[in-house]
C-alpha cells in the first residue's frame, strides 16, 4: 500500500445484524476490500452481543489496519429501549476504533443515503442497487446491514477534506474533552 492510499472501515451498529465494509482509496479512486456482517441474533444475552461486537471489530482492526473508522449515528426513534440498545453497539464498536488509537467519525443516516444516493430518504435498497454500481459488487448480500456499514465509508471517502458536519474523534483525550458535560466526576 503506498502512502497516498488509506483503508476506510464503516460500520452500521445493530444488535441483531452489525454490517461492515472497507474500501480501500487512492486519490479520487475508491475499491472494496471486504463486505461483510456479524450476525448477532442467536445470542440472548446483550452483554455477550456486545462483546462478540467489540471483537469482532478488533478482528477486523487488526486484519485490514484501517486508517479511519465511519460509523452510522442511531437515529432517533419512539423506542427508547431500542435507542439504548443501538447506542450501546455503537459505543462497544467506537471503542474497539478508539482502543486502537483510529480516528472515528459519525454520519446520521440522511448524510450517508445522500452521500450514495442523492437522496437523504433512499431506501436501503436503493443504497445497496447504488453500491453494487459505485464498488462493482457482483451480488448484494442477504441482509443489507453489510451494505449500510459499506455506504458508511463510502460516504465518508466523498467527505474526506471536506468540512465535517459529523462528530469526530481521534482518541479518548479528544472524546473526553468533547463531551466533558458527559463526564460524571
Avoid at 88 to 100: D, F, I, K, N, Y
Avoid at 150 to 164: D, I, M, P, Q
Amino acid at each position: 500500500m503506498s502512502k497516498k492510499e488509506k483503508i476506510i472501515l464503516g460500520i452500521d451498529p445493530g444488535t441483531t445484524i452489525m454490517g461492515f465494509g472497507l474500501i480501500v482509496c487512492n486519490g479520487k479512486k475508491m475499491e472494496l476490500l471486504q463486505i461483510d456482517e456479524l450476525i448477532l441474533k442467536k445470542y440472548k444475552d446483550h452483554y455477550l452481543k456486545l462483546q462478540k461486537i467489540f471483537e469482532h471489530t478488533i478482528g477486523l482492526i487488526e486484519s485490514y489496519h484501517p486508517d479511519e473508522i465511519a460509523i452510522e449515528a442511531p437515529f432517533f426513534g419512539k423506542n427508547v429501549q431500542s435507542m439504548l440498545k443501538l447506542g450501546r453497539a455503537q459505543g462497544v464498536a467506537m471503542a474497539a476504533g478508539l482502543s486502537r488509537q483510529i480516528p472515528i467519525t459519525e454520519y446520521s443516516p440522511k448524510k450517508i443515503k445522500m452521500a450514495i444516493t442523492g437522496n437523504g430518504n433512499a431506501s436501503k435498497e436503493q443504497v445497496a442497487r447504488m453500491l453494487q454500481s459505485l464498488v462493482n459488487l457482483k451480488t448484494l448480500p442477504d441482509n443489507l446491514d453489510a451494505t449500510d456499514g459499506l455506504a458508511a465509508a463510502v460516504c465518508h471517502f466523498y467527505n474526506s477534506g471536506k468540512v465535517k458536519t459529523g462528530k469526530s474523534y481521534t482518541g479518548w483525550d479528544a472524546f473526553v474533552k468533547q463531551n466533558e458535560s458527559r463526564i460524571k466526576k
